[in-house]
Every structure is written in C-alpha cells, then in structure tokens.
C-alpha cells in the first residue's frame, strides 16, 4: 500500500529519530514543520523570523501560517509515492485541513504511528539532545552518541542545543501537547488508522515495532 504516514507524539517522543530511519528505509520524504520552519529561521526569511517569536517560547506557529506551508510542500512531485509528515498535524484545525488537502491532492493518510513515551523520560530525552546544525539530525548525550564529538555522522556539520530545549519552553511545550495536540489520539483511532509504539524502549525496538506496523 502507498505509505502516507503521519507520526505523532509529544516533544521528545522520538518522531524525528524514527523518521529519519523511516524515510530513508521506505523512500519516502521527510516532511517536518519544525525541521521547515528552523530552516527558514537559518536562511533568515520572513517565515523565520515569524516562526522564531513562538517557537522559542514553545507556542504553536498559527495555523494558517502551517497549514499553507504544508499544503505547498505536499503538492511536490516527490510527495507522489507517499510521505511521512513529522509533527504536523498538531490540533484538530490542522487535521481537518490535511483531511481536505490529501483529498485535493488524491493521497489520504493511511498511517498514524502514535510514539507514546512517559513524561519523566522526554524531559531527560530534550535535555540531553543536541542537533546537527546544518541537517538537523538529531543525537543524544547519552543514548545516542555522534561518532566524533560534537560532530554530525551524516553531513560533519556541528552539534548544537535546540534553543527550546530548556525547561521552561519545555512545559510549555508540553501543555500545548496535551490540550491541542493530544485530542488527535482519539480522532484517528475513530477513523481506524491508529498504530501505538511504547517509545520508551530503546531505538532499535521502537523501529522493529514500526515496521511491523508498515509492513
Ligand atoms: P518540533 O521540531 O516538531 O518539536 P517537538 O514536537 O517539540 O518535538 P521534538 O523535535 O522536540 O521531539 P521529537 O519527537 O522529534 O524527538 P527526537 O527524535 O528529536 O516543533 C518545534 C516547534 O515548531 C513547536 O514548538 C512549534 O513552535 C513549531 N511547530 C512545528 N510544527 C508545528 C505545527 N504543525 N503547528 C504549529 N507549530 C509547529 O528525540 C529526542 C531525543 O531523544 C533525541 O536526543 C534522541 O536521540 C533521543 N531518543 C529518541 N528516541 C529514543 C529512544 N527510543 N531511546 C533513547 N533515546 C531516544
Ligand atoms: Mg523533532
Ligand atoms: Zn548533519
């Protein structure tokens, strides 16, 4: 089945560690909004600097702003063999927009992966993250090493802190999670669609959990 999948879960949950082995193993691209929209903040766009006043405070970037900048990415020829999309939709207004787009674009979702992981393991997840400055791959301190110190396996680029990986974006992060983004749950395991990976397990699990689910 053409694979157009959605992966859900909270700030730390691990959507992008699983995309990225995901995509590269289904073909698939990588759509992430959080990934586009701190792009946009390095090239210093208009969009950047739009995204950056919430971001850095771990709001939600509106709506509109999202959905129109999805909507475009989704319409490109490489979406057409399927897509995996990364923390977007994040509330109900943004899955009812992707419900309207996939039928425009003749692609409806057929996979929503649900990475369900306790609150007290994302905290330790964020702090000790950092990030490839250049692709954005991400790593971690203590689970998720780069080979060399400080600099990216995939393209040498150097290792960073998120700038909302602190506590106080955190749980703001965290509680716009649980009142917008959480909902969503129970929207797609009403539509049947629904898959959850306990994301507390260590990586190499969660992704054979994964591709059980994928086939
Ligand atoms: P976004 O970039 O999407 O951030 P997020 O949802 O807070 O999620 P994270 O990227 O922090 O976590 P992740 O689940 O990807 O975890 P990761 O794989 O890195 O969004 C950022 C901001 O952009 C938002 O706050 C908002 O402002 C804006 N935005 C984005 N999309 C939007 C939208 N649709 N609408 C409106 N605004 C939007 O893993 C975390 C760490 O844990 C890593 O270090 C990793 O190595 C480690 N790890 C992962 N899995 C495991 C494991 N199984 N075992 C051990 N360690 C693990
Ligand atoms: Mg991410
Ligand atoms: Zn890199």
């Known amino acids: ?14 959507k ?7 995509t590269s193993e289904y073909h698939l691209p990588h759509i992430s909004t959080g990934d586009m929209f701190r792009e946009a903040l390095r090239d210093e766009t208009e969009l950047g600097k739009l995204a950056k006043s919430y971001m850095d405070k771990g709001l939600l970037v509106p709506d509109e702003v999202t959905i129109s900048l999805v909507k475009e990415r ?4 490489d979406c057409k063999d399927g897509f995996l999309l990364d923390g977007f939709p994040r509330n109900l207004k943004q899955a009812e927009a992707l419900e309207e787009i996939g039928k425009e674009i003749n692609r409806p979702i057929n996979y929503v992966i649900d990475i369900n992981v ?3 393991i994302l905290k330790d997840r964020i702090t000790g993250r950092r ?6 791959a991400p790593y971690h301190i203590k689970t998720l090493k780069p080979k060399v110190d400080g600099v990216c396996d995939i393209c040498g680029g150097e290792l960073m802190q998120r700038k909302d990986d602190n506590e106080e974006a955190l749980k703001v992060r965290l509680d716009e999670y649980h009142h917008q983004t959480e909902p969503l749950i129970n929207y797609y395991s009403k539509k049947g669609i629904l898959h959850t990976v306990d994301g507390s397990k260590d990586l190499k699990e969660v992704m054979a959990d994964i591709n059980a689910i994928l086939g």
């Open 131 to 136: 990030v490839c400055k250049k692709c954005g």
């Open 16 to 22: 992008g560690t699983n995309a990225k082995k995901i």
């Open 1 to 14: 089945m053409l694979k157009t999948i959605i992966l859900l879960g909270a700030p730390g949950a691990g």
């Open 74 to 77: 989704l319409s490109k020829d």
């Open 118 to 120: 306790p609150e007290e």
